[in-house]
């Protein structure tokens, strides 16, 4: 009965971190470039007691006196890259990346030492700022091939490679990163992720499209079809946890009577 307590309260635990996060999709789907994130819930794991010798040397043996198993928990939050759909805005300043979800514009993010750390985003909603630099809509300069990128005006070109065209001469390329494995980044707020760990760049075989921007990948009809099929589980584990309190308060009044 306690055992039925625990996981009740385990899954109500990970079902109110999947509604967190199903929250968090639907508060951005209007958000250009933002990646929808879902809970991966797995079996906990099965907790193994073993003896300890009187010598505090761990018992090898493989004794096992009991496991114990705490129902689901949550595993990790996992993004989804996929490409969201592109609309057009013509404002030259406007930017996306087609045909590459793993593809990210590079950021340059100011650190407190002063040095510059390379972010990525796929929001290519950008704008010049007063000094003449190409920088997001949270004001992080957008880096190039070669450093920040400087234009006299918003009356250029982008070519399909990134290539930046103004006054017929190509004054910048911006910096792409495509990776192998999208599992090495990480979400940090204001649309940017960064890495963790090792990683492997590969070539950009897409497009970038001026005049447009990339929308959230987030399906507004399934994330309410799954915060409703999460708040019944929720409600499902809640009246089990009151049935089983009360049972086992039954449980307690009638032992005591016991004479």
Known sequence: MIRGLYSSAWSMLANNKKMDVIT??????????YKKDTVVLESFPALLTKRLSYNKVSDTSGNTIGTMEHSSDVGEVFTYFNQGQLIQTNNKLDMAIKDSPTTFFAIGVLEPNGDIREMYTRDGSFKINANGMLVTSEGYPVLGENGFIMLESDDFMVERD???????????????????????????????????????????NGSIVQGSLEQSNVNIVREMVDMISVMRVYEANQKAIQTQDSTLEKTVNEIGLVR
Do not use: M, W, Y
């Open 24 to 33: 968090n999709n639907i508060a951005n789907a209007s958000t250009t470039g």
């Open 162 to 204: 990134g290539t930046i065209v103004q006054n017929g001469d190509r004054v910048a390329r911006l910096l792409l990163r495509t990776f192998s494995d999208t599992l090495v980044l990480r979400k940090t707020g204001s649309g940017l992720f960064e890495t963790e760990g090792e990683f492997e760049l590969v070539d950009f």
